[in-house]
T-cell receptor, first 114, second 115 residues
Framework: GEDVEQSLFLSVREGDSSVINCTYT??????LYWYKQEPGAGLQLLTY?????DMKQDQRLTVLLNKKDKHLSLRIADTQTGDSAIYFC??????????????FGGGTRLMVKP | EPEVTQTPSHQVTQMGQEVILRCVPI?????FYWYRQILGQKVEFLVS????????KSEIFDDQFSVERPDGSNFTLKIRSTKLEDSAMYFC?????????????FGPGTRLTVT
């Protein structure tokens, strides 16, 4: 089945850029998503990218997609302490059917040091 | 901004008891989902629901689990006889019918503790 992998942990200093990486196995993905989970809270949809795009920018967030390598990244510019959270990439396998499940990576815990 | 809500935020139950977790999806959404996250593990899909029936379910969603949309607003997950390993955070999500939107919006979760 589909597998989505992320590194476990990333530590950056406030003001630096953060880059969170994700690899996936399903080649027919239509959309790929980034979710944020703050301590004790639910999953907040941050951004997504359509599979025919290489890059999407949304304020401080930049998503890069390399379909050939099945690699997705999330760059956060000017990282703030409020960005400290767990970041999940998610992929609906076998293309997107609204009834389809999302397969989540294990999450990357981002720690921002002042 | 509309949001998915879930109640209760935390439920403690004894092994073998039945629990019902409740969700109110976003009002114009038509697809509903349950996911769970065991502490320290990945978020796992349980079931999706559309047009009053299950669209898809994972191997986790066995006969102990059931879902229902009892009225126009609530979406429930029932666990018939809870086991210790059911302890997890349970997330409800909803989405509109594509192609309008492909986004799944998640609720804050219900933490289920089975003792």
């Amino acid at each position: 089945g589909e597998d989505v992998e992320q590194s476990l942990f990333l530590s950056v200093r406030e003001g630096d850029s953060s880059v969170i990486n994700c690899t996936y196995t399903d080649s027919s993905s239509t959309y790929l998503y980034w979710y944020k989970q703050e301590p004790g809270a639910g999953l907040q949809l941050l951004t997504y990218i359509f599979s025919n795009m290489d890059m999407k920018q949304d304020q401080r967030l930049t998503v890069l997609l390399n379909k050939k390598d099945k690699h997705l990244s999330l760059r956060i510019a000017d990282t703030q302490t409020g960005d400290s959270a767990i970041y999940f990439c998610a992929d609906p396998p076998d293309g997107y059917n609204a009834g389809n499940m999302l397969t989540f990576g294990g999450g990357t815990r981002l720690m921002v040091k002042p | 901004e509309p949001e998915v809500t879930q109640t209760p935020s935390h439920q403690v139950t004894q092994m073998g008891q039945e629990v019902i977790l409740r969700c109110v999806p976003i009002s114009n959404h038509l697809y509903f989902y349950w996911y769970r996250q065991i502490l320290g593990q990945k978020v796992e899909f349980l079931v999706s629901f559309y047009n009053n029936e299950i669209s898809e379910k994972s191997e986790i969603f066995d006969d102990q689990f059931s879902v229902e949309r009892p009225d126009g607003s609530n979406f429930t997950l029932k666990i018939r006889s809870t086991k210790l390993e059911d302890s997890a955070m349970y997330f409800c999500a909803s989405s509109t019918r594509p192609p309008t939107s492909y986004e799944q919006y998640f609720g804050p979760g219900t933490r289920l503790t089975v003792t």
